[in-house]
């Protein structure tokens, strides 16, 4: 059984090599689990850490390229340190499915993937929103539709990872584009789930995922652990309600239909179905504040002559555009979303208004481009889908051929 | 008071959910109790027992009836959720309820892989051999030639043996009952529950609504007597010749644990 665990009680815990101090409910900073410093890391194991770090003590994962690397470094290092449960499942639906089966029993729960996996777990993150499961889903994106190049990188999930499960809700989708940054965010993508109740996912491409470079390993990390209060509803009356675990005392009704807020199916009241869709919007909308989170660079002029818009790796190769353009006078800046969604329409509405022209490079066909074109329309797109990344050259060119920058 | 009587296995069950959404003369009321009875007989204690089930008038059983912890999640998948809450909290009791829809078809894969890891797990299937809740359509385990909203013809196809595919699949106590048979059904369950491992235990249920007025058994009655007629105990059968076995399913403990 590919199941490794230590016992959660007892005298049994194989002694207290590498034990975290487990924190309690809501934000507290615990020591980091890794020797504080500078190393040499992959983005993949960079995740696997941040996991860790943050407090992951469920992983449930099947095996994909570019993404396999994260569940083969978190088997590895979770067989070091107590109570945590890695299983490979049988496959991506069963992943999520014991990923969120395993949240219910209290856990810090992760699975991780790529595209196609994304596409199979899908309805179970749509049950995770319906049932307010936090959770952490990694999609490490490979060239699609279908098996497409599995060893290349692109963006094609933005959408599907805002839009991929049925119905009406919000979710948190967040694009890292370092090393550094893949762990800092995987811990913030911890934290965004429990405080929201939110499954939330972690948008890496192969070419962040397979990076290696140098990051340095913080002292001390800042976690957010949910509140498991069994006195209050679950499902209503707070906008984040508490979440009690299975066996806390709670007499939980879990349903993936729709209830109200004590779980009680309410599948043909109009009052409970319009109540549940909109706290499910409203609590994360009205925490805008405190899920997004912008980069921009070489931004200060009043007027710039052209600034790029991008994510992930992407947002490498237009930053260096930006300083190409620079040294050949340009007003050129960047705006790099590290949270896709929900979508800081705000931020880059301001920001191009200071803007001559409005340029977003991205791995796809123009996915992040339509996000921008509702609050910049004449952003243009500089795409690329041949499963090679964008390089700044292109894009320097592109501003000399197209915008006469 | 004495363990296993409805009065004693009341407490169990939420006041305010009746009366329950089943049909009049379906056999998952019975089921229902069952599962309660043994409960109540081996004492256990109800708040350290988790519920996981699925999509279907199966996954009804436990929720929202049952006063505990339930997890009622998305079609086909209650054991690989089930997997993650026992992986996570091996104190917990956990027992997947579901039908032969959930279970057996769009879940199949996970059954299977659940009894080969053997994950400490009871998962019982309500085996009514249609699907209830969408209609009456066939199912993985509706008998060939018997006609479904799906199959006016009869159905061409042959159905799973359901526990004998999950002991070939390496599951370590696996029995099958009716909902006829109730008390070796309370036994079994009882000893699915104390099994160190995965437990599975096929009970046929009977679904006169969907099932039964497609096939000239339209009443409550006249399908538990098609039950008490059809199956034949695994020791009944033994000498048996194949033709006397014609048209009969083996009830008992397939894999004793």
Sequence with gaps: ?405 | MTKGTTASILKYVRPEVFPTPFCAGCGHGILLGAILRAIDELELDFSQVAFVSGIGCGGWIPSPHYNTDTLHVTHGRPVAFATGVKLFKPELNVIVVGGDGDIASIGGNHLIHAARRDVDLTVICANNLVYGMTGGQVTPTTPTGARTLTTPQGNPERPFDLARLVAAAGATYVARYSVWHVRPLIASIKKALLHRGFGFVEVLSSCPTQFGRRNQNPTPIGMLRALKESCMTLRGAQGKSADELVGKTLIGELVPG
């Excluded at chain 1, 943050?54 to 396999?68: E, L, M, N, R, V």
């Excluded at chain 1, 992943?95 to 993937?113: D, E, K, L, Y």
């Excluded at chain 1, 290696?212 to 309600?241: C, I, S």
């Excluded at chain 1, 005392?249 to 199916?265: I, N």
Aim: glycine letters at 8%.
């Design chain 1, 1 to 405: 059984m590919a199941v490794s665990r230590r016992k959660t009680t007892g005298k049994d815990v194989a002694g207290s090599r590498g034990r975290v101090p487990s924190a309690p409910e809501g934000w507290s900073v615990i020591a980091s689990t890794l020797e504080p410093g500078r190393r040499l890391m992959q983005g993949d194991e960079a995740c696997a850490e941040g996991a860790i770090a943050a407090g992951c003590d469920y992983y449930a994962g099947y095996p994909i390229t570019p993404a396999s690397e994260i569940m083969q470094h978190l088997c590895r290092r979770f067989a070091g340190l107590s109570q945590r449960v890695f299983v490979q499942m049988e496959d991506e639906i069963g992943s999520i499915a014991s990923v969120i089966g395993a949240s219910w029993a209290g856990a810090r729960a992760m699975t991780a993937t790529s595209g196609p996996g994304l596409s199979l777990m899908l309805e179970n993150i749509g049950y995770a929103i319906m049932t307010e499961t936090p959770c952490v889903v990694v999609d490490v994106q490979r060239a699609g539709p279908s098996t497409g190049q599995a060893t290349r990188p692109a963006q094609g999930d933005f959408m599907q990872a805002r839009w991929g499960a049925h119905g009406d809700y919000e979710i948190i989708v967040i694009s890292p584009w370092s090393v550094q940054e893949v762990y800092e965010e995987t811990i913030r993508a911890f934290n965004l789930a429990d405080r929201f109740r939110v499954p939330v996912i972690l948008l890496l491409d192969e070419a962040v995922g397979h990076l290696r470079e140098n990051m340095t390993v913080p002292e001390q990390v800042k976690v957010y652990r949910r509140v498991r209060d069994a006195l209050h509803a679950p499902f209503g009356e707070a906008e984040v309600p508490p979440m009690p675990a299975l066996g806390d005392g709670a007499r939980l009704l879990v349903t993936g239909s729709t209830h109200d807020a004590w779980g009680y199916r309410r599948t043909t009241s109009p009052e409970a179905q319009s109540q549940l869709v909109r706290r499910f919007v409203d609590k994360i909308l009205h925490h805008r504040h405190e899920i997004e989170r912008n980069a921009t660079y070489f931004c200060d002029e009043r007027e710039l002559d052209v600034l790029l818009v991008a994510f992930g790796f992407s947002a490498r190769s237009a930053l260096g555009a930006v300083r190409r353009a620079r040294e050949a006078g340009v007003a050129a800046g960047l705006l790099r979303p590290v949270t896709l969604w929900p979508f800081p329409s705000e931020t880059v509405g301001e920001l191009a208004k200071r803007a001559r022209h409005v340029v977003v490079p991205e791995m796809n066909r123009g996915q992040m481009l339509r996000e921008v074109q509702r609050v910049a329309p004449g952003a243009l797109g500089y795409n690329r889908t041949d499963g090679e990344v964008i390089t700044p050259l292109e894009i320097r060119e592109y501003m000399r051929e197209e915008l006469s920058l």
